[in-house]
């Protein structure tokens, strides 16, 4: 047995024991076609970057498991293909998350950077252990102080500031769960415009089910996620619309500006996260964005 260095995903999913037990009955096979569609289409399914397909290598090591109501994706960083190990996770972790909501679900979880033995089957080792502990609050995936390092050292070795990395109102760093590229959606085919509404209207309908007092804890979850959506309509200049306007965004800022020596004035890491059509007027100055 020997443990190496893996970058690993732990998604806690929101109500999935609840779900699998309704796919069990035959009165409601569009659930039991949903998953399915989960755990033979979406997560075999190949990474992409910036909208162009590529496969992952079979030696990659990339895997995902399942446990009860959880599921975990990790790959090795010793395996160098074109993906960096922490960003082929972090990709495969929001394609799932999109197919979860696609069935009304939520996704808790963390991802950290760590000693890890892997088989086909199991999983067990201090990098997994602490993806495991992450945050249990919001329905947010966050990164783990090792898994921050991680995407700092590939950073600082000229890999780009993915924007499906954001930071959230407490300053950590999370993935964008529901990125709109088209190639995460649960639907290759589908569009973001078409899923989006969808989103909303599975959002909005568990808020307006969870209006009782009983359900306080499960409504601030779909609340803190709407606000999400609205970053995310905000940010990406999206057609769909919001859900409520007063419920505002969770404050967002898809990574900070770099801190960098010389000029104030040059911008290019921007472009890595600026979405296609939309026009950003930057400040002089190296507050936060």
Same mark, same amino acid.
């Given at each position: 047995m020997v443990f190496s260095h893996y970058a690993v995903a732990y998604l806690d999913i929101l109500g999935f024991s609840e779900f699998v037990k309704e796919a069990e009955d035959n009165s409601r096979p569009e659930k039991l076609i949903a998953l399915k569609k989960l755990f033979e289409e979406v997560i075999p399914r190949e990474i992409s970057i910036d909208g162009k397909n590529a496969s992952y290598p079979d030696n990659m090591e990339l895997r995902c498991l399942s446990f009860s109501d959880s599921i975990v994706v990790s790959a090795p960083l010793e395996v160098k293909g074109s993906y960096p190990a922490l960003i082929a996770?972090?990709?495969?972790?929001?394609?799932?998350?999109?197919?979860?909501?696609d069935m009304g679900l939520l996704v808790r979880g963390g991802i950290a950077v760590g000693n890890a033995y892997q088989t086909n089957s199991n999983i067990l080792g201090t990098g997994y252990q602490e993806?495991?502990?992450?945050?249990?609050?919001?329905?947010?995936?966050?990164?783990?102080?090792?898994a921050e390092k991680e995407l700092g050292n590939l950073i600082k070795c000229g890999r780009p500031r993915y924007s499906i990395f954001a930071r959230n109102e407490q300053g950590n760093i999370i993935l964008n769960s529901i990125h709109p590229e088209p190639t995460y959606m649960p639907d290759k085919s589908g569009t973001v415009a078409e899923?989006?509404?969808?989103?909303? &209207?599975?959002?909005?309908?568990?808020? =307006?089910? +969870? *209006?009782?007092?009983?359900?306080?804890?499960?409504?601030?979850?779909?609340? #803190?996620?709407?606000?999400?959506?609205?970053?995310?309509?905000?940010?990406?200049?999206?057609?769909?619309?919001?859900?409520?306007? &007063?419920?505002?965004?969770?404050?967002? =800022?898809? +990574? *900070?500006?770099?801190?960098?020596?010389?000029?104030?004035?040059?911008?290019? #890491?921007?472009?890595?996260?600026?979405?296609?059509?939309?026009?950003?007027?930057?400040?002089?100055?190296?507050?936060?964005?």
């Amino acid at each position: 047995m020997v443990f190496s260095h893996y970058a690993v995903a732990y998604l806690d999913i929101l109500g999935f024991s609840e779900f699998v037990k309704e796919a069990e009955d035959n009165s409601r096979p569009e659930k039991l076609i949903a998953l399915k569609k989960l755990f033979e289409e979406v997560i075999p399914r190949e990474i992409s970057i910036d909208g162009k397909n590529a496969s992952y290598p079979d030696n990659m090591e990339l895997r995902c498991l399942s446990f009860s109501d959880s599921i975990v994706v990790s790959a090795p960083l010793e395996v160098k293909g074109s993906y960096p190990a922490l960003i082929a996770v972090s990709i495969k972790a929001i394609q799932i998350s999109h197919s979860l909501l696609d069935m009304g679900l939520l996704v808790r979880g963390g991802i950290a950077v760590g000693n890890a033995y892997q088989t086909n089957s199991n999983i067990l080792g201090t990098g997994y252990q602490e993806a495991v502990k992450m945050d249990k609050g919001a329905p947010q995936i966050t990164l783990a102080e090792s898994a921050e390092k991680e995407l700092g050292n590939l950073i600082k070795c000229g890999r780009p500031r993915y924007s499906i990395f954001a930071r959230n109102e407490q300053g950590n760093i999370i993935l964008n769960s529901i990125h709109p590229e088209p190639t995460y959606m649960p639907d290759k085919s589908g569009t973001v415009a078409e899923y989006y509404k969808k989103y909303r &209207e599975i959002i909005f309908g568990n808020l =307006n089910k +969870l *209006n009782s007092q009983e359900h306080s804890q499960a409504k601030d979850k779909w609340i #803190w996620f709407a606000r999400l959506f609205n970053a995310n309509i905000k940010y990406f200049s999206l057609s769909s619309i919001p859900i409520d306007d &007063e419920l505002l965004t969770v404050s967002i =800022n898809y +990574l *900070n500006p770099p801190d960098t020596e010389g000029s104030s004035t040059s911008f290019d #890491w921007m472009k890595h996260f600026t979405a296609p059509g939309m026009k950003i007027q930057f400040n002089s100055t190296k507050e936060k964005n």
